[in-house]
């Protein structure tokens, strides 16, 4: 066996040796496969991805956010049909929403080469699941390839390029939180662009009619046996000799924590995790008397390991949930046996102080849900940063689901006999995401509900990316911004207003009057977000604590920059602000009912 993937050997070659995360790692390799359109929607942990790939000259690569990841998915099997190089990048539950054309690109293939960059979230850092994205991949029948670090990152994503040309055939590279955002060296190479293909004109191939598509479906089981033949002798798989008492199979970055459990141990690293070269883990499986599968989330390999016959030890030793760890790995192989457990563990660990899941200090949204809570609505949330809305003291939320479900959730709330007012909150970037085809089908069938789109001016909850709303591109380049007023009525909405998130009273008073309003109504909440794209700071508040009653109103924000008063009696039920984090936003001085919260200058002087 290769010690190393040719990729490997070739970057070792090179000179230029960078820091880069796995993000970084995989927009330079697809740079450097001459990719030419690349598009994705924001989500964490796969952002940085687009990111970094607009760093590179716009003559080499369009770069673009898109309105969701179908779309974006869309735009790269177009670029794909043209010829050129192509790139779409997404988080796991993107891959839900692109699902669609996903699996009916399966059977198209690629002309130009057509990669998914496809970022999991084992933990569940920053999603509303775990899922694992290779079984998608054995849905399709498309290859998934799983890098273990940003080197292979970087070498494995040029080589899904070549793959995706060779064998007709959309390819993924799978990443993961730890992956993705992990920094070590890379070496890095230099672009090489194939030319265009240009378009091939095969309607029997491109056109996904039924008497096409099963032809096709044939073209895929072939293509599988191909792809399962190339895998046997690819060197992207690495057979590492050791004791022969016990083997480990495994892949992507369980890979070195596996290694730093067990260095001097038997290890099949495997570079895909679909198909699996099945020749190669029965010879490696043979030349061991007992084999564990190390991997992430679902049993993948396991389940095929055993479909082979071999007696394959895994889950019931590490974990189906959540994200591995070393010591995860090495409590795994404590549990089978394979290592003893160690003499002197620590008898207490400190942890880290964490920051308490709460809007920041001015967020826009604060008064949005006060508002909310105060209407006794029934309210159906969705994602973004005001997810955190349902969370006390706001508690503004009955409901969350997926991307763009807020208003068709609202629409059968209301439909299945709710005897509330029905509200739906959603986002700017979300609405635009996945919320318009609920709002035209809210006005079409009718319904009786009210829709608060919460319009902070950026794709917040991932970092501050521009979207359609926003009047800019990925690289910053002016552009249309969407009217929400009017998009609105373009679709028979009645009932609209925009209002300053600021102003308590009039958030207040529309939204009553938005809910008072029998049909669809729509409710724009406008201010921009106070952390993203730049940082807003004004003038401080401070509390005159000789006003103060205690009422404690103010509290009710949730802002963090609201703390209790110091220990003696007279103030310990008082309230005091943290200058530091204060922006100015004046919410609390709007709910004060005896006038205490005043700038910090006039309190002080």
Not at 227 to 253: C, D, Q, S
Not at 394 to 404: A, E, K, P, Q, Y
Not at 424 to 434: C, E, K, P, Q, V
């Amino acid at each position: 066996m290769r010690a190393v993937p040719q990729q490997a050997e070739e970057s070792q070659a090179r000179q230029d040796v960078r820091p880069l995360t796995g993000n970084e790692a995989i927009a330079r390799g697809a740079w450097e496969a001459g990719v030419r359109v690349a598009a994705a929607y924001p989500g964490t942990p796969s952002t940085e991805i687009l990111e970094s790939l607009a760093e590179y000259p716009a003559e080499d690569v369009h770069a673009q956010w898109s309105t969701n990841e179908k779309v974006a998915l869309d735009v790269a099997i177009g670029a794909s049909f043209a010829g050129a190089r192509a790139l779409a990048a997404m988080k796991h539950v993107g891959l839900n929403v692109a699902a669609d054309a996903f699996m009916s690109q399966a059977y198209i293939g690629a002309n130009g080469g057509l990669v998914l960059a496809v970022c999991d979230d084992p933990g569940i850092h920053s999603s509303q699941n775990e899922q694992d994205s290779r079984i998608f991949g054995q849905l399709a029948g498309v290859p998934v390839l799983e890098p273990s670090d940003a080197q292979e990152a970087l070498d494995l994503t040029r080589l899904a390029f070549e793959i995706s040309e060779r064998f007709d055939t959309m390819v993924i590279v799978r990443g993961t939180t730890r992956l993705s955002h992990t920094r070590s060296p890379v070496a890095v190479g230099e672009r090489s662009a194939p030319p265009a293909r240009g378009f091939v004109e095969d309607p029997g191939k491109n056109v996904m009619i039924p008497a096409h598509a099963r032809r096709r479906h044939v073209a895929v089981v072939e293509r599988e046996a191909k792809l399962k033949a190339y895998l046997e002798t690819a060197p992207i798989n690495r057979w590492e000799t050791g004791a022969a008492n016990f083997g480990v199979i495994t892949a992507g970055t369980c890979y070195p924590y596996v290694r730093e459990v067990l260095p001097n141990a038997s290890v099949l690293k495997l570079g895909a995790s679909w198909p699996l070269p099945e020749a190669l883990i029965k010879r490696y499986c043979e030349s061991v008397e007992r084999l564990f599968v190390v991997e992430e989330l679902e049993p993948v390999i396991e389940r095929e390991v055993r479909a082979l016959g071999f007696r394959a030890e895994g889950k019931e030793f590490f974990p189906r949930v959540g994200e591995f760890s070393p010591e995860i790995v090495r409590a795994g192989f404590e549990k089978a046996g394979v290592l003893a457990p160690r003499a002197h563990k620590r008898a207490w660990t400190p942890e880290p102080l964490a920051r308490p899941p709460v809007l920041c200090a001015g967020c826009p949204h604060t008064s949005s849900f006060m508002a909310v809570r105060a209407s006794g609505a029934r309210v159906a949330g969705d994602i973004g940063c005001y997810t955190l809305a349902c969370l006390d003291p706001l508690r503004g939320l009955d409901t969350t689901v997926s991307m763009g479900s807020s208003i068709g959730n609202a629409i059968g709330i209301w439909r299945g006999g709710e005897t509330r007012p029905v509200l739906a909150t959603i986002g700017d970037s979300t609405f635009l995401h996945a919320g318009i085809p609920g709002l035209i089908d809210a006005v079409y069938n009718q319904a009786n509900i009210t829709v608060l789109i919460l319009d902070n001016h950026v794709t917040a909850m991932t970092g501050g990316q521009d979207h359609p709303g926003t009047g800019k591109t990925l690289r910053g380049e002016e552009s249309p911004r969407v009217d929400y007023e009017a998009l609105a009525r373009a679709v028979g909405v009645k009932w609209v207003r925009t209002v300053d998130s600021y102003d308590l009273a009039a958030m207040y008073q529309n939204l009553r009057e938005a809910i008072a309003h029998r049909g669809v109504s729509v409710l724009i909440s406008n201010r921009p977000c106070v952390l993203d794209p730049v940082k807003i700071k004004g003038p401080a508040l401070a509390v005159d604590n000789e006003q103060c009653n205690a009422c404690q109103s103010c509290m009710n924000l949730g802002c963090p920059a609201l703390t209790w008063g110091d220990d003696t009696f007279e103030a310990r039920h008082k309230v005091k602000i943290d200058g530091s984090l204060c922006i100015g936003c004046t919410l609390c001085a709007q709910v004060c009912s005896v006038d205490c919260i005043k700038p910090a200058a006039k309190v002080n002087s």
